[in-house]
Structure formats: C-alpha cells, structure tokens
C-alpha cells in the first residue's frame, strides 16, 4: 500500500507520467485490493476499502473515472460471502465519499448489481445490501422502487421481514407512517374518543338528577341541554328568541326536543324518535355517509382519515402527498406520476373526498357545501333529500362524533 501510494501521489507526479500509464496501474492493483475487501481479519479489509477509497478521491484517477465502473460488476455464482459482503460495504462508501457524479455510475447500476445481493443465501450480505438500498432511496427517491425484484403490493413480499423492512423505510423517507405508528395514532385517537364520551355522559347524569330532584337549570345548563344556541338565544320556528322572551318550560319537554334533533345536520322533527333517528342517520343525513367497503356510517368530515385508517378495508389505501386524500393502493404510482390532482391547500381549508374540491375552513364551511341544494357538493347522493337550507349549529360535542353504527349513537345519547 505504501508503494501504491508512492507510486501515485509523488512517481507519476514527478515524471509527469500521462493518464495511460496512471490507468494501468489503477487497472492491475484494484482488483488485488477488491480481494482484499473479503479478508477474515477485519483490519486487513479495513485497510483494503481506505486505500480503493483513497485511490478514488485522487483529482487524476477520479477524472479517468476507473473504479466505479469496477465495483458494480456483477459477483460470480461461486463468490465468498465474506467478498460479496465486503464488496457492498465498499460501494456504499464509494456512494457517500466520492459520489456518483463524473464516476460512470447511475441509479439503475447500482441497484442491479445490489438485487442479487438482497436475495443472498447469507444474511450479512443481504442486511448490507439493505443499507444500501436505503441510502440510495434517501439520495434519489422514487427512481429506486421500480428497479427492486418485487412491489409494495406483492403480499408475499410484504411477509419476508426483509422487504417489509424495505417498504417502511421508504415509506418513513415519504412521510408516510408505518402500520406502527398508524396503530398507535388509532388507538390515542379512540382513547380521546372514549374519554370525551365519558365526559359527556356525566354531564348527562348530573342534568338528570337536578331534573330527578326539581332543581331549576341556569342558563348554562339549560343551552347544554336544548337546541343549538345563535348569538341571541335558541332557535324557535325560524326566529331568534331572547333568554328574557324565551318561555319556562319543563325539563322533559327539553330534552324531548333535545332527543329529537340531529346531532350533525340539526335537523329537527316530531318522528326522529329512536327508531326515526336511526333511519335519519343510516338514510338521510346529508352529513353522513355509508362507506362502500365496511358497514360504517361516518361522517363525510372524516372520511379521508376513516379510510387510511380505521376502514376494514384500510391496507387498500394510500395517502397522496399531493392532493392528501385516500388513493387505492392498485392506482397509487398512476396517480402520482400523473400529477392532474388537486394541490392540497395550505391555508387549513377542507378538501371534500366525495367531490375533491377545496371548500372553506371550518365546520360552517362543510355544512354549506354538503347541505346547500345549489353551488353545493354534487357528489353527495343525500343533499337533495334536505331542503337547501343551513340549519343551526350541532351542539360542538356531538359533531365532532363519528357514527359506527346506530346502537352506537343511541348508547351516547
């Protein structure tokens, strides 16, 4: 190594020797090096990959573009772990120390020589290669997924540890979360859920002892326990009524009313008894929708998130990180290289995943867009069953729920 190094850095320097004679030393000892790279004792690899590396860094040889070439040609059928192993390590270092740029190699060059490794009998080797494949996606992104052997959406791929591996590290470069991590925000996600629910169901029991024990409701309790408040009272046939103009009556009759108004659209009807309610939700609710994959009527706000995440049918979809909405899994790469969807908005307004359109920010914005009869969501099969009028404000408890099912509601109510 000391000769190489003279020979290099100082001989061909001194007697002005041409590239010819500089290649042809580079062309006789490399490979003796490439050999070394597999040794049993690390420190005589060690050595072996620092002197390719070195000999790569050097201006003249790096201008000849001689090594890159050499260490992405294809390992014989026969070749010791140890040497397909060592080879690999050398690559990534040429990768990260000297770059791609000017040294003849590409993305497509190097994934074809690391595909046989990934598939290696030894499991160094094939745990080195993965590092690698890693490193490449960081550096160049989409470019190295149609290169791999196998797809995201092979199931047997998904099931070698291997692979899956793979696929969430890319995912986690593209921001996606692992099914990890989905799991977890699922789970925090439900408990809020459950803990909001409890909260509201305490506040129901206390509203019913004062009433069990005749006590008379501040005004607090009682907008608690009615219709929607405006800014000057309740709503009462159409028109705004005072807290001085509003009539004392009993605590039954409000909360029969209460029982029978719609906690999403705020719809209000002598029928919406249980059973009506169930039929409202299941049927009419321009609010709500039954999804197409599961037996679930959710509500539209939360579709998107309903589909990535809590549907049965969930592992079917992906995430744009273009437009945001649930794409198929079979019709991602098309949708994405074809970049004809909607740009999600920056300025926190809603995308609708039965029209995808942008529509304002805000809960008033989705009950305009999916209650008005005109300049409304044409997607929405339940608008026309609704009047076109935008009714008063849901209670912000009760729209924040989602509806699994009809039983479900009626448990929190």
């Not at 690999?88 to 003849?104: A, N, W």
């Not at 009433?211 to 028109?239: E, M, S």
């Not at 649930?326 to 609708?352: G, I, Y």
């Not at 924040?400 to 109510?413: I, L, M, Y």
Request: charged share 25%.
């Amino acid at each position: 190594l000391g000769l190489l190094q003279y020979l290099v850095k100082s001989y061909c320097k001194h007697h002005k020797l041409g590239k010819s004679e500089l290649s042809y030393i580079v062309e006789k000892m490399l490979p003796v090096l490439l050999v070394r790279t597999g040794d049993m004792a690390p420190r005589v690899r060690s050595t072996a990959i620092d002197a390719v590396i070195e000999l790569a860094q050097h201006q003249q040889i790096k201008s000849l573009a001689l090594v890159g070439p050499l260490l992405v040609q294809p390992l014989k059928q026969h070749t010791s772990w140890r040497l397909a192993k060592g080879r690999v390590e050398l690559l990534e270092r040429f990768v990260r120390d000297v770059g791609m740029s000017g040294s003849e190699l590409s993305v497509k060059t190097i994934m074809e020589f690391l595909c046989p490794c990934l598939e290696h009998t030894n499991g160094e080797v094939r745990d080195a290669a993965a590092k690698l494949t890693l490193e490449m996606y960081k550096l160049h992104g989409r470019e190295v997924r149609p290169l791999l052997p196998v797809g995201e959406e092979d199931v047997a791929a998904r099931k070698n540890p291997l692979w899956k591996t793979l696929f969430e590290g890319f995912n986690k470069f593209d921001g996606i979360p692992t099914p990890m991590e989905q799991k977890a925000a699922i789970l925090a996600a439900e408990k809020a859920k459950k803990d909001e629910i409890q909260k509201l169901q305490a506040e129901v029991n206390t509203l019913k002892e004062l009433a069990a024990q005749g006590q008379t409701l501040t005004q607090g309790q009682l907008a608690a326990a009615v219709a929607p408040p405006t800014a000057g009272g309740v709503i009462k046939d159409g028109t705004a009524v005072t807290s001085s103009e509003r009539p004392q009556q009993g605590l039954a009759r409000k909360h029969t009313e209460l029982d029978r108004t719609c906690v999403f659209c705020a719809e209000k009807r002598e029928d919406f008894t249980d059973a009506g309610l169930e039929g409202h939700y299941l049927s009419e609710c321009p609010m709500l929708h039954q999804c197409k994959y599961c037996p679930q009527v959710v509500e539209i706000a939360g579709l998107t998130k309903h589909w990535l995440e809590e549907c049965e049918a969930k592992e079917q979809f992906r995430e744009c990180p273009r437009c945001k909405e649930a794409v198929w899994v079979t019709e991602f790469d098309n949708h994405t290289k074809a970049e004809s969807c909607l740009v999600a908005s920056q300025d926190n307004s809603n995308r609708c995943p039965l029209c995808h359109c942008n529509i304002p920010a805000g809960d008033e914005g989705w009950r305009s867009h999916l209650m008005r009869t005109a300049n409304g969501c044409a997607k929405n099969p339940r608008k026309k069953k609704t009047t076109g009028r935008i009714l008063p404000r849901a209670t912000p408890a009760a729209k924040k729920t989602v509806v699994r099912n009809p039983q479900a509601q009626k448990k929190n109510k």
